[in-house]
């Protein structure tokens, strides 16, 4: 089945440690993304790649890394920077930039 | 900057009812507009597009309009189901296709 893994399912974080979410896809897409959703709140962007070793900052970077050295993966690295991780993360992709988004079924982090 | 909004946040309908779910938003220069569905605790369902040129798009019992002159588009679900039950968002994409931006849905409740 062709689609978007996101790993874990749950992710708990202690104070000062990072954390990193795993986002494959096998969808052969060159455009990835990384959102985050809190309760009663539009989604809002982190990171996004267009192409393989490329990525650029979205609305909210800050305490946040990404990296991309294979198109089909694109692992979001919560800092302890972040401090106010507790949130839904999502990931998504699509072929390019103005086609139709896809998405994964999130990561629900939370801090110990 | 594009702002997107959802009206009502939430609306409980009896099944059977057919139902209109509105977004607005306030830059008319965009480059589509996609549909999305989000069950609790999952990721989102692409629903559907419509490009900037279109007036509306149909999937089985749904059916999106887009009127990009007066910043609005309805999400009409004909002969509702328990199963609809879900939080509807939508997000325009502006005409670069560099910006995405999320509404913060509406949640729908089907009761049997």
């Known amino acids: 089945d062709g689609g978007i893994t996101q790993s874990p399912k749950y992710l708990f974080r202690k104070e000062g440690q990072n954390v990193t979410l795993s986002c494959e896809q096998n969808l052969n897409h060159d455009a990835m993304y990384w959102y985050r959703q809190d309760p009663g709140q539009g989604l809002r962007l982190i990171y996004y790649s267009q192409i393989v070793n490329d990525f650029q900052k979205g609305d909210i970077a800050e305490g946040y890394s990404v990296s991309r050295e294979k198109k089909e993966s694109f692992p979001l690295t919560v800092t302890s920077a972040q401090k106010n991780p507790t949130a839904f993360y999502l990931c998504a992709s699509r072929l390019g930039q103005k086609e139709k988004l896809f998405f994964g079924s999130g990561t629900q982090l939370s801090v110990l | 900057k594009q702002e997107v909004t959802q009206i009502p946040a939430a609306l409980s309908v009896p099944e059977g009812e057919n139902l209109v779910l509105n977004c607005s938003f306030t830059?008319?220069?965009?480059?589509?507009l996609q549909w999305f569905r989000q069950d609790p605790g999952k990721g989102l369902t692409s629903l559907l597009l419509i490009q900037s040129s279109q007036r509306e798009q149909t999937s089985g019992r749904l059916n999106a309009s887009l009127d990009k002159s007066s910043g609005r588009s309805t999400l009409y679900i004909a002969a509702s189901q328990p199963g609809d039950s879900a939080t509807y968002l939508c997000?325009?994409?502006?005409?670069?296709?560099?910006?995405?931006?999320f509404g913060k849905g509406t949640t729908l409740s089907v009761s049997s």
């Open positions: 997000a325009v994409l502006n005409q670069a296709g560099t910006a995405l931006i």
């Open positions: 830059d008319s220069a965009i480059y589509n």
